[in-house]
């Protein structure tokens, strides 16, 4: 399950829309720093590499924690070595049971007590859960930290149904819980999106071509801005 801290509530990097005065004006009057920039590919090929391999009576099925657009946890599920898209079902459903199909069988998936279960066609069964699955993503995605305060794991996210890409950005909280949020590529084609602002820095994604870039922006006169982090979901296993 996940918590929310309101992104309607959350500070407004984007339009500078709150308080303190001058934020805005004190923000435009530096320039965006690059201060890194990783292919896509590199990114989407650790997405594959932090799936969780499941084996049941013979066959091997990737699992993976996805995101949909309004930032809601989703179980994904593929055979390995299909070429079809990976089924998806959101986190809340799983209590009530699904059936995944594939060719030669099917199989039941169920959550009870956070554990999920998977039972193939014989009765043999295998579990996870997602706290698993969100350790994986951390575990295994690129990594990068802005002012050397905040580390993010940096993720590829096609959203389930509607097939949008993205990436998500998810760190651990001082109170051990996993932080996240969900930047669509139309929301950083053009311009930065800002993540945090801690010490008068902005830092934030920006899409370069084929490489995501790392950006900051000095905000001038910043010393009673306080360091706070934009709208972001609490994963609570």
């Known amino acids: 399950m996940f918590a929310a801290t309101s992104k ?5 990097f984007d339009s500078f829309s709150r308080e303190p005065p001058g934020f ?19 990114i989407l090929a650790a997405r594959a590499a932090s799936c969780k391999a499941l084996e049941v009576e013979g066959n091997t099925f990737l699992a993976a924690a996805a995101f ?29 049971g699904v059936t995944f199909k594939y060719a030669g069988g099917e ?15 014989g009765g043999a069964s295998i579990q996870t859960s997602s706290s698993e699955l969100f350790d994986l993503l951390y575990a295994n995605s690129t990594r990068v930290t802005f ?3 905040v580390t993010y794991a ?10 949008n890409e993205g990436t998500v950005t998810l760190r651990i909280g001082s109170d051990g819980l996993y932080y996240y949020s969900l930047t669509p590529d139309v929301q950083i084609a053009g311009q930065p999106r800002w993540l945090l602002a801690a010490r008068g820095v902005l830092y934030g994604l920006q899409l370069k071509g ?3 870039a790392f950006v900051s922006k000095v905000i001038e006169g910043s010393k009673n801005i306080p360091s706070v982090d934009a709208g972001e979901l609490i994963f609570e296993p």
């Open 8 to 12: 309607a509530d959350a500070f407004n």
């Open 24 to 42: 805005l004006n004190a923000a435009r009057a530096n320039p965006v720093v690059v201060l890194k920039q990783v292919p896509l590919l590199d």
């Open 68 to 96: 949909d657009d309004n930032w809601e946890i989703y179980f994904q599920l593929s055979l390995k070595g299909a070429s079809a898209v990976p089924a998806a079902w959101k986190e809340t459903r799983l209590k009530d």
């Open 107 to 121: 199989l039941k998936i169920k959550e009870e007590n956070g554990v999920i279960i998977l039972t193939g066609p």
């Open 147 to 149: 002012g050397d305060l």
């Open 154 to 163: 940096v993720i590829r996210n096609t959203a389930p149904f509607s097939m």
């Open 210 to 212: 084929p490489e995501l």
